[in-house]
Protein backbone atom coordinates (compact mmCIF):
# COMPACT_ATOMS: atom_id res chain seq x y z
CA UNK A 1 0.00 0.00 0.00
CA UNK A 2 1.89 3.46 -1.28
CA UNK A 3 2.13 6.13 2.01
CA UNK A 4 -0.91 8.06 0.31
CA UNK A 5 0.39 11.58 2.24
CA UNK A 6 3.66 11.62 0.84
CA UNK A 7 3.46 10.38 -2.57
CA UNK A 8 2.37 12.82 -5.84
CA UNK A 9 -1.27 11.69 -7.13
CA UNK A 10 -1.96 11.09 -10.77
CA UNK A 11 -5.50 10.48 -12.00
CA UNK A 12 -4.63 7.26 -15.02
CA UNK A 13 -7.08 6.65 -17.60
CA UNK A 14 -7.38 3.13 -18.01
CA UNK A 15 -8.84 1.27 -21.08
CA UNK A 16 -7.88 -2.04 -20.23
CA UNK A 17 -5.86 -1.71 -23.23
CA UNK A 18 -1.96 -2.21 -23.51
CA UNK A 19 -1.40 0.93 -24.03
CA UNK A 20 -3.18 2.71 -21.23
CA UNK A 21 -1.74 -0.15 -19.06
CA UNK A 22 2.02 1.01 -20.27
CA UNK A 23 0.91 4.37 -19.50
CA UNK A 24 -0.11 3.58 -16.38
CA UNK A 25 2.86 1.97 -15.54
CA UNK A 26 5.08 4.86 -16.57
CA UNK A 27 3.20 6.80 -14.04
CA UNK A 28 3.77 4.47 -11.40
CA UNK A 29 7.94 4.47 -12.58
CA UNK A 30 8.15 7.85 -11.72
CA UNK A 31 6.81 7.71 -8.38
CA UNK A 32 2.97 8.85 -8.72
CA UNK A 33 0.51 6.92 -6.78
CA UNK A 34 -1.97 5.58 -9.06
CA UNK A 35 -5.64 6.77 -9.21
CA UNK A 36 -7.07 5.01 -11.80
CA UNK A 37 -9.55 5.69 -13.92
CA UNK A 38 -11.88 3.53 -16.45
CA UNK A 39 -15.52 4.28 -17.94
CA UNK A 40 -18.43 2.19 -18.32
CA UNK A 41 -19.92 3.76 -21.85
CA UNK A 42 -22.02 1.69 -23.30
CA UNK A 43 -19.19 0.18 -24.92
CA UNK A 44 -20.31 -3.59 -26.66
CA UNK A 45 -17.73 -5.41 -24.57
CA UNK A 46 -17.23 -5.72 -21.09
CA UNK A 47 -14.22 -7.53 -20.77
CA UNK A 48 -12.73 -4.15 -20.97
CA UNK A 49 -13.65 -3.34 -17.43
CA UNK A 50 -12.74 -6.16 -15.91
CA UNK A 51 -9.03 -5.96 -17.82
CA UNK A 52 -8.77 -2.40 -16.55
CA UNK A 53 -9.79 -3.84 -12.97
CA UNK A 54 -7.12 -6.34 -13.03
CA UNK A 55 -4.26 -4.31 -14.33
CA UNK A 56 -5.25 -1.76 -11.83
CA UNK A 57 -4.89 -3.89 -8.74
CA UNK A 58 -1.94 -5.57 -10.52
CA UNK A 59 -0.57 -2.09 -10.50
CA UNK A 60 -0.70 -1.36 -6.89
CA UNK A 61 -2.92 1.46 -7.66
CA UNK A 62 -4.34 3.10 -4.52
CA UNK A 63 -8.15 3.63 -6.12
CA UNK A 64 -9.64 2.52 -9.14
CA UNK A 65 -13.07 4.30 -10.09
CA UNK A 66 -15.34 3.48 -12.63
CA UNK A 67 -17.53 5.91 -14.09
CA UNK A 68 -20.59 5.73 -16.26
CA UNK A 69 -20.54 7.64 -19.25
CA UNK A 70 -23.85 7.97 -20.92
CA UNK A 71 -22.71 7.81 -24.16
CA UNK A 72 -24.45 4.69 -26.04
CA UNK A 73 -27.52 7.16 -25.91
CA UNK A 74 -25.80 9.41 -28.25
CA UNK A 75 -24.46 6.68 -30.66
CA UNK A 76 -22.24 7.58 -33.49
CA UNK A 77 -19.81 4.86 -33.25
CA UNK A 78 -19.06 1.34 -34.00
CA UNK A 79 -18.46 0.85 -30.75
CA UNK A 80 -21.86 1.81 -28.90
CA UNK A 81 -24.18 1.66 -31.06
CA UNK A 82 -24.89 -1.62 -33.07
CA UNK A 83 -26.42 -0.56 -35.90
CA UNK A 84 -22.99 0.38 -36.57
CA UNK A 85 -20.78 -2.69 -38.17
CA UNK A 86 -16.53 -3.14 -36.56
CA UNK A 87 -14.33 -3.59 -39.57
CA UNK A 88 -12.76 -7.20 -39.95
CA UNK A 89 -9.77 -8.24 -42.40
CA UNK A 90 -8.75 -5.12 -42.95
CA UNK A 91 -4.65 -5.08 -44.00
CA UNK A 92 -2.53 -2.14 -42.74
CA UNK A 93 -2.92 0.00 -45.98
CA UNK A 94 -6.80 -0.22 -45.72
CA UNK A 95 -6.55 0.93 -42.03
CA UNK A 96 -3.87 3.62 -42.81
CA UNK A 97 -5.58 4.90 -46.15
CA UNK A 98 -9.05 4.50 -44.65
CA UNK A 99 -9.51 8.04 -42.81
CA UNK A 100 -11.19 8.69 -39.59
CA UNK A 101 -12.13 4.55 -38.61
CA UNK A 102 -16.09 3.59 -37.58
CA UNK A 103 -14.72 3.11 -34.27
CA UNK A 104 -14.08 6.48 -33.56
CA UNK A 105 -16.35 7.38 -30.88
CA UNK A 106 -17.16 11.12 -30.86
CA UNK A 107 -15.78 13.46 -28.46
CA UNK A 108 -14.78 10.42 -26.02
CA UNK A 109 -11.23 11.08 -24.85
CA UNK A 110 -12.94 14.61 -24.70
CA UNK A 111 -15.18 13.18 -22.11
CA UNK A 112 -12.82 10.93 -20.63
CA UNK A 113 -10.32 13.72 -19.66
CA UNK A 114 -13.40 16.23 -18.69
CA UNK A 115 -14.07 13.52 -16.07
CA UNK A 116 -10.52 12.79 -15.36
CA UNK A 117 -10.18 16.61 -14.60
CA UNK A 118 -12.44 17.01 -12.47
CA UNK A 119 -11.02 13.97 -9.63
CA UNK A 120 -7.61 15.30 -10.58
CA UNK A 121 -9.19 19.06 -8.46
CA UNK A 122 -10.90 16.73 -6.14
CA UNK A 123 -7.96 14.83 -4.95
CA UNK A 124 -5.69 17.94 -5.12
CA UNK A 125 -3.17 16.08 -8.02
CA UNK A 126 -2.20 18.11 -11.12
CA UNK A 127 -1.29 15.00 -13.16
CA UNK A 128 -3.39 12.96 -15.49
CA UNK A 129 -1.77 10.20 -17.63
CA UNK A 130 -3.28 9.10 -20.45
CA UNK A 131 -2.19 6.34 -23.27
CA UNK A 132 -2.96 8.10 -26.46
CA UNK A 133 -0.45 7.45 -29.55
CA UNK A 134 -0.30 9.08 -32.84
CA UNK A 135 2.04 7.17 -34.46
CA UNK A 136 0.71 3.22 -35.25
CA UNK A 137 -1.92 4.65 -37.36
CA UNK A 138 -5.65 4.71 -35.26
CA UNK A 139 -6.62 7.64 -37.07
CA UNK A 140 -8.31 8.89 -34.11
CA UNK A 141 -8.08 12.77 -34.11
CA UNK A 142 -8.32 12.81 -30.05
CA UNK A 143 -5.07 10.76 -29.93
CA UNK A 144 -3.02 13.87 -31.30
CA UNK A 145 -0.42 16.11 -29.91
CA UNK A 146 -2.04 19.07 -30.75
CA UNK A 147 -5.37 17.58 -29.03
CA UNK A 148 -3.49 17.12 -25.73
CA UNK A 149 -2.00 20.45 -25.56
CA UNK A 150 -5.31 22.09 -26.57
CA UNK A 151 -7.47 19.93 -23.36
CA UNK A 152 -4.26 20.97 -20.67
CA UNK A 153 -4.71 24.82 -22.19
CA UNK A 154 -8.29 23.76 -21.32
CA UNK A 155 -7.78 22.35 -18.05
CA UNK A 156 -5.52 25.45 -16.78
CA UNK A 157 -8.53 27.66 -17.54
CA UNK A 158 -11.45 25.75 -16.41
CA UNK A 159 -11.00 25.04 -13.28
CA UNK A 160 -10.80 26.37 -9.15
CA UNK A 161 -7.96 24.61 -8.87
CA UNK A 162 -5.46 26.24 -11.69
CA UNK A 163 -7.44 29.70 -11.73
CA UNK A 164 -7.17 30.32 -7.59
CA UNK A 165 -5.07 27.34 -6.22
CA UNK A 166 -2.58 27.84 -8.85
CA UNK A 167 -2.43 23.94 -9.86
CA UNK A 168 -0.66 23.96 -13.06
CA UNK A 169 -2.59 20.75 -14.76
CA UNK A 170 -0.02 18.50 -16.76
CA UNK A 171 -1.82 15.83 -19.62
CA UNK A 172 0.93 13.03 -20.10
CA UNK A 173 0.54 11.53 -22.71
CA UNK A 174 3.62 9.34 -22.40
CA UNK A 175 3.05 6.97 -25.26
CA UNK A 176 2.04 9.17 -27.89
CA UNK A 177 5.37 9.47 -30.19
CA UNK A 178 6.16 5.44 -29.65
CA UNK A 179 5.04 2.69 -32.61
CA UNK A 180 2.80 0.14 -30.92
CA UNK A 181 6.38 -2.36 -31.02
CA UNK A 182 7.90 -0.19 -28.82
CA UNK A 183 5.21 1.29 -26.22
CA UNK A 184 5.15 -3.47 -25.60
CA UNK A 185 8.78 -3.38 -25.30
CA UNK A 186 8.21 -0.30 -22.67
CA UNK A 187 5.46 -2.39 -20.91
CA UNK A 188 7.68 -5.40 -20.87
CA UNK A 189 10.38 -3.34 -18.98
CA UNK A 190 8.34 -1.90 -16.60
CA UNK A 191 6.96 -5.42 -15.50
CA UNK A 192 3.35 -4.79 -17.26
CA UNK A 193 0.99 -7.97 -17.10
CA UNK A 194 -0.22 -7.62 -21.06
CA UNK A 195 -2.28 -10.90 -20.47
CA UNK A 196 -4.39 -9.03 -18.36
CA UNK A 197 -5.09 -6.12 -21.34
CA UNK A 198 -8.16 -6.37 -23.40
CA UNK A 199 -7.66 -5.00 -27.03
CA UNK A 200 -10.27 -6.84 -29.57
CA UNK A 201 -13.46 -4.28 -30.98
CA UNK A 202 -15.40 -7.78 -31.72
CA UNK A 203 -15.13 -10.51 -29.48
CA UNK A 204 -16.70 -14.15 -30.65
CA UNK A 205 -19.57 -15.58 -28.93
CA UNK A 206 -17.15 -17.41 -26.50
CA UNK A 207 -15.55 -14.08 -25.23
CA UNK A 208 -12.35 -14.50 -27.44
CA UNK A 209 -10.49 -11.94 -28.85
CA UNK A 210 -11.79 -12.32 -33.13
CA UNK A 211 -8.05 -11.46 -34.08
CA UNK A 212 -9.79 -10.24 -37.35
CA UNK A 213 -10.62 -6.47 -36.08
CA UNK A 214 -7.85 -3.33 -36.72
CA UNK A 215 -7.23 -3.48 -32.76
CA UNK A 216 -6.52 -6.93 -32.62
CA UNK A 217 -4.60 -6.66 -35.91
CA UNK A 218 -2.23 -4.19 -34.41
CA UNK A 219 -2.07 -5.71 -31.27
CA UNK A 220 -0.54 -8.66 -33.11
CA UNK A 221 1.97 -6.82 -35.63
CA UNK A 222 2.91 -4.70 -32.60
CA UNK A 223 3.67 -8.06 -30.01
CA UNK A 224 5.46 -9.30 -32.79
CA UNK A 225 7.62 -6.63 -34.02
CA UNK A 226 8.77 -6.08 -30.83
CA UNK A 227 9.68 -9.75 -30.26
CA UNK A 228 7.48 -10.35 -27.15
CA UNK A 229 5.30 -13.18 -26.90
CA UNK A 230 1.27 -12.41 -26.37
CA UNK A 231 -0.04 -14.34 -23.57
CA UNK A 232 -2.93 -12.77 -23.64
CA UNK A 233 -4.02 -14.57 -27.18
CA UNK A 234 -2.20 -17.81 -25.47
CA UNK A 235 -4.17 -17.25 -22.29
CA UNK A 236 -7.45 -17.02 -23.89
CA UNK A 237 -7.48 -19.65 -25.54
CA UNK A 238 -6.77 -17.46 -29.03
CA UNK A 239 -6.97 -20.08 -31.53
CA UNK A 240 -5.96 -18.48 -34.88
CA UNK A 241 -2.83 -18.99 -36.90
CA UNK A 242 -0.02 -16.06 -36.92
CA UNK A 243 -0.40 -15.61 -40.56
CA UNK A 244 -4.26 -14.87 -40.29
CA UNK A 245 -3.40 -12.64 -37.32
CA UNK A 246 -0.47 -10.99 -39.64
CA UNK A 247 -3.10 -9.74 -41.62
CA UNK B 1 -42.82 20.83 -35.31
CA UNK B 2 -40.06 22.41 -37.17
CA UNK B 3 -38.59 21.36 -40.48
CA UNK B 4 -35.87 19.11 -39.31
CA UNK B 5 -34.45 18.97 -42.93
CA UNK B 6 -34.14 22.44 -43.84
CA UNK B 7 -33.20 23.90 -41.11
CA UNK B 8 -29.88 24.55 -38.49
CA UNK B 9 -29.43 22.18 -35.78
CA UNK B 10 -28.32 23.33 -32.50
CA UNK B 11 -27.30 21.58 -29.16
CA UNK B 12 -28.26 23.91 -26.33
CA UNK B 13 -27.28 23.29 -22.81
CA UNK B 14 -30.45 23.34 -20.83
CA UNK B 15 -29.97 23.32 -16.93
CA UNK B 16 -33.37 24.28 -16.20
CA UNK B 17 -32.44 27.93 -15.03
CA UNK B 18 -33.35 30.99 -16.97
CA UNK B 19 -29.91 31.79 -18.42
CA UNK B 20 -29.89 28.96 -20.78
CA UNK B 21 -33.63 29.17 -21.14
CA UNK B 22 -32.82 32.46 -22.44
CA UNK B 23 -29.46 31.13 -24.69
CA UNK B 24 -32.17 28.57 -25.98
CA UNK B 25 -34.59 31.00 -26.63
CA UNK B 26 -31.78 33.17 -28.65
CA UNK B 27 -30.72 30.46 -30.71
CA UNK B 28 -34.49 29.48 -31.70
CA UNK B 29 -35.15 33.37 -32.62
CA UNK B 30 -31.84 33.28 -34.74
CA UNK B 31 -33.50 29.81 -37.03
CA UNK B 32 -31.70 26.59 -34.99
CA UNK B 33 -33.55 23.86 -34.47
CA UNK B 34 -33.12 23.21 -30.72
CA UNK B 35 -31.65 19.76 -29.84
CA UNK B 36 -31.45 20.42 -25.95
CA UNK B 37 -29.33 18.72 -23.54
CA UNK B 38 -29.75 18.24 -19.60
CA UNK B 39 -27.87 16.40 -17.18
CA UNK B 40 -28.65 14.19 -14.48
CA UNK B 41 -25.30 14.67 -12.50
CA UNK B 42 -26.52 13.79 -8.95
CA UNK B 43 -27.15 17.09 -8.07
CA UNK B 44 -29.27 17.96 -4.74
CA UNK B 45 -32.62 18.64 -6.17
CA UNK B 46 -34.20 16.98 -9.60
CA UNK B 47 -36.70 19.95 -9.91
CA UNK B 48 -34.08 21.60 -12.20
CA UNK B 49 -34.48 18.72 -14.79
CA UNK B 50 -38.02 19.53 -14.69
CA UNK B 51 -38.00 22.66 -15.60
CA UNK B 52 -35.60 21.62 -18.41
CA UNK B 53 -38.06 19.57 -19.91
CA UNK B 54 -40.66 21.89 -19.66
CA UNK B 55 -38.62 24.79 -20.85
CA UNK B 56 -37.47 22.46 -23.94
CA UNK B 57 -41.08 21.60 -24.77
CA UNK B 58 -41.93 25.56 -24.49
CA UNK B 59 -39.25 26.34 -26.60
CA UNK B 60 -40.30 23.92 -29.31
CA UNK B 61 -37.22 21.87 -29.33
CA UNK B 62 -36.83 19.11 -31.89
CA UNK B 63 -35.62 16.44 -28.81
CA UNK B 64 -34.49 17.30 -25.23
CA UNK B 65 -31.42 14.18 -24.46
CA UNK B 66 -31.07 13.45 -20.21
CA UNK B 67 -27.71 12.15 -20.18
CA UNK B 68 -26.62 10.55 -16.45
CA UNK B 69 -23.44 12.30 -16.19
CA UNK B 70 -22.00 10.26 -12.69
CA UNK B 71 -20.60 13.61 -10.85
CA UNK B 72 -21.62 12.66 -7.35
CA UNK B 73 -18.77 9.75 -7.24
CA UNK B 74 -16.39 12.50 -7.73
CA UNK B 75 -18.15 14.80 -4.79
CA UNK B 76 -15.62 18.26 -4.28
CA UNK B 77 -18.90 19.94 -4.71
CA UNK B 78 -22.17 21.20 -2.02
CA UNK B 79 -23.73 20.39 -5.25
CA UNK B 80 -22.85 17.09 -5.69
CA UNK B 81 -21.53 16.18 -1.95
CA UNK B 82 -23.97 15.81 0.76
CA UNK B 83 -21.14 16.73 3.39
CA UNK B 84 -20.70 20.49 1.58
CA UNK B 85 -23.06 23.04 2.87
CA UNK B 86 -24.79 25.26 0.81
CA UNK B 87 -24.11 29.02 1.62
CA UNK B 88 -27.09 30.74 2.87
CA UNK B 89 -27.33 34.71 3.73
CA UNK B 90 -24.67 35.92 2.13
CA UNK B 91 -24.63 39.08 0.61
CA UNK B 92 -23.35 41.07 -2.63
CA UNK B 93 -20.27 42.35 -1.01
CA UNK B 94 -19.41 38.68 0.54
CA UNK B 95 -20.51 36.58 -2.97
CA UNK B 96 -18.27 38.66 -5.00
CA UNK B 97 -15.36 38.90 -2.49
CA UNK B 98 -15.41 35.21 -1.74
CA UNK B 99 -13.65 33.63 -4.51
CA UNK B 100 -15.02 30.44 -6.03
CA UNK B 101 -17.56 29.62 -4.39
CA UNK B 102 -18.50 25.99 -2.72
CA UNK B 103 -20.98 25.38 -5.15
CA UNK B 104 -18.92 25.35 -8.32
CA UNK B 105 -18.25 21.75 -9.09
CA UNK B 106 -14.91 20.54 -10.32
CA UNK B 107 -14.79 20.69 -14.44
CA UNK B 108 -18.45 20.60 -14.80
CA UNK B 109 -18.54 22.66 -17.90
CA UNK B 110 -15.91 20.80 -19.49
CA UNK B 111 -17.53 17.74 -19.17
CA UNK B 112 -21.30 19.03 -20.03
CA UNK B 113 -19.81 20.62 -23.47
CA UNK B 114 -17.84 17.43 -24.25
CA UNK B 115 -21.25 15.37 -24.14
CA UNK B 116 -22.64 18.44 -26.32
CA UNK B 117 -20.04 18.29 -28.68
CA UNK B 118 -20.46 14.46 -29.41
CA UNK B 119 -24.14 14.81 -30.41
CA UNK B 120 -23.50 17.35 -32.07
CA UNK B 121 -21.41 15.62 -33.98
CA UNK B 122 -23.56 12.70 -34.33
CA UNK B 123 -26.51 15.07 -35.14
CA UNK B 124 -24.30 16.99 -38.07
CA UNK B 125 -24.16 20.29 -35.71
CA UNK B 126 -21.27 22.81 -35.95
CA UNK B 127 -23.36 25.00 -32.92
CA UNK B 128 -23.21 24.73 -29.69
CA UNK B 129 -25.60 27.33 -26.85
CA UNK B 130 -24.67 27.56 -23.48
CA UNK B 131 -25.92 30.42 -21.21
CA UNK B 132 -22.69 30.71 -19.72
CA UNK B 133 -22.45 34.34 -17.67
CA UNK B 134 -19.55 36.07 -16.17
CA UNK B 135 -21.17 39.25 -15.57
CA UNK B 136 -23.15 38.99 -12.49
CA UNK B 137 -20.39 37.12 -10.47
CA UNK B 138 -20.65 33.46 -10.16
CA UNK B 139 -17.07 32.95 -9.83
CA UNK B 140 -17.36 29.91 -12.04
CA UNK B 141 -13.99 29.53 -13.81
CA UNK B 142 -15.73 27.53 -16.48
CA UNK B 143 -17.49 30.50 -17.38
CA UNK B 144 -15.70 33.03 -18.50
CA UNK B 145 -14.52 33.72 -21.91
CA UNK B 146 -11.11 32.75 -22.33
CA UNK B 147 -12.53 29.09 -21.11
CA UNK B 148 -15.10 29.51 -23.94
CA UNK B 149 -12.52 30.47 -26.66
CA UNK B 150 -10.34 27.50 -25.46
CA UNK B 151 -13.31 24.56 -25.86
CA UNK B 152 -13.71 26.05 -28.89
CA UNK B 153 -10.48 25.18 -30.06
CA UNK B 154 -10.34 21.49 -28.52
CA UNK B 155 -13.58 20.87 -29.87
CA UNK B 156 -11.93 21.68 -33.82
CA UNK B 157 -9.03 19.64 -32.23
CA UNK B 158 -10.70 16.43 -31.47
CA UNK B 159 -13.73 15.54 -33.56
CA UNK B 160 -14.01 13.32 -36.74
CA UNK B 161 -16.17 16.15 -38.04
CA UNK B 162 -13.59 18.72 -37.51
CA UNK B 163 -10.10 17.48 -38.71
CA UNK B 164 -12.10 15.10 -41.53
CA UNK B 165 -15.10 16.54 -42.76
CA UNK B 166 -14.42 20.31 -42.33
CA UNK B 167 -16.80 21.29 -40.05
CA UNK B 168 -15.91 24.61 -37.84
CA UNK B 169 -17.36 23.94 -34.43
CA UNK B 170 -18.64 26.98 -32.76
CA UNK B 171 -19.73 27.39 -28.92
CA UNK B 172 -21.79 30.30 -28.37
CA UNK B 173 -22.44 31.71 -25.26
CA UNK B 174 -24.56 34.86 -26.33
CA UNK B 175 -25.30 36.17 -22.19
CA UNK B 176 -21.41 35.77 -21.59
CA UNK B 177 -21.55 39.55 -21.25
CA UNK B 178 -24.66 40.93 -19.78
CA UNK B 179 -25.92 41.51 -16.97
CA UNK B 180 -28.52 38.59 -14.78
CA UNK B 181 -31.31 42.13 -15.60
CA UNK B 182 -30.22 42.31 -19.36
CA UNK B 183 -30.25 38.59 -19.84
CA UNK B 184 -34.22 39.25 -18.49
CA UNK B 185 -34.76 41.27 -20.12
CA UNK B 186 -33.94 39.78 -23.51
CA UNK B 187 -35.80 36.44 -22.14
CA UNK B 188 -38.87 38.49 -21.70
CA UNK B 189 -38.78 40.00 -25.06
CA UNK B 190 -38.18 36.42 -26.90
CA UNK B 191 -40.72 35.28 -25.01
CA UNK B 192 -39.37 32.73 -22.40
CA UNK B 193 -41.56 31.63 -19.92
CA UNK B 194 -39.59 32.55 -16.80
CA UNK B 195 -42.31 31.09 -14.36
CA UNK B 196 -41.02 27.50 -15.74
CA UNK B 197 -37.72 28.20 -14.86
CA UNK B 198 -35.60 26.99 -11.59
CA UNK B 199 -32.49 28.62 -9.85
CA UNK B 200 -32.46 27.61 -6.06
CA UNK B 201 -29.63 25.42 -5.01
CA UNK B 202 -31.43 24.23 -1.52
CA UNK B 203 -34.85 24.49 -1.97
CA UNK B 204 -36.84 24.03 1.49
CA UNK B 205 -38.61 20.41 2.53
CA UNK B 206 -41.54 21.56 0.97
CA UNK B 207 -39.70 21.88 -2.68
CA UNK B 208 -40.06 25.72 -2.47
CA UNK B 209 -37.13 27.97 -3.30
CA UNK B 210 -35.08 28.93 -0.56
CA UNK B 211 -34.89 33.04 -1.16
CA UNK B 212 -31.65 32.42 0.64
CA UNK B 213 -29.02 30.87 -1.47
CA UNK B 214 -26.70 32.84 -4.15
CA UNK B 215 -28.45 32.06 -6.72
CA UNK B 216 -31.97 32.79 -4.93
CA UNK B 217 -30.33 36.08 -4.05
CA UNK B 218 -29.20 37.13 -7.75
CA UNK B 219 -32.11 35.88 -9.52
CA UNK B 220 -34.35 38.29 -7.35
CA UNK B 221 -31.81 41.23 -7.42
CA UNK B 222 -31.87 40.37 -11.84
CA UNK B 223 -35.56 40.73 -11.90
CA UNK B 224 -35.99 43.80 -9.31
CA UNK B 225 -32.99 45.53 -11.78
CA UNK B 226 -35.28 44.20 -14.74
CA UNK B 227 -38.15 45.47 -13.74
CA UNK B 228 -39.78 42.39 -14.37
CA UNK B 229 -42.02 40.08 -12.32
CA UNK B 230 -40.95 36.76 -11.48
CA UNK B 231 -44.14 34.64 -11.71
CA UNK B 232 -42.04 31.45 -10.64
CA UNK B 233 -41.68 33.03 -7.16
CA UNK B 234 -45.28 33.71 -6.91
CA UNK B 235 -46.67 30.34 -8.41
CA UNK B 236 -44.08 28.48 -6.02
CA UNK B 237 -45.57 30.33 -3.21
CA UNK B 238 -42.62 31.93 -2.34
CA UNK B 239 -43.71 33.19 0.56
CA UNK B 240 -40.49 35.77 1.58
CA UNK B 241 -40.53 39.13 1.69
CA UNK B 242 -38.86 41.29 -0.93
CA UNK B 243 -36.39 42.50 1.74
CA UNK B 244 -35.50 39.38 2.73
CA UNK B 245 -34.41 38.43 -0.86
CA UNK B 246 -32.82 41.95 -1.37
CA UNK B 247 -29.93 41.09 1.08
Not at 92 to 116: D, Q, W
Not at 137 to 149: K, L, M, N, V
Amino acid sequence: MPDLMNTKKAVTLLSGGLDSATAAAIAASEGYTLYCLSFDYGQRHKQELESAALTARSLGSAQHMVLSADMRKLGGSALTSSSIHVPKDRNTHEMESGGVPVTYVPARNTIFLSYALAWAEVLGSSDIFIGVNAVDYSGYPDCRPEFITAFERLANLSTKASVEGGIDFKIHAPLIHMTKAEIIQMGEKLGVDFSLTWSCYHPDAEGYPCGRCDSCKIRAKGFREAGVIDHAAKKRGQKRSKNELAG
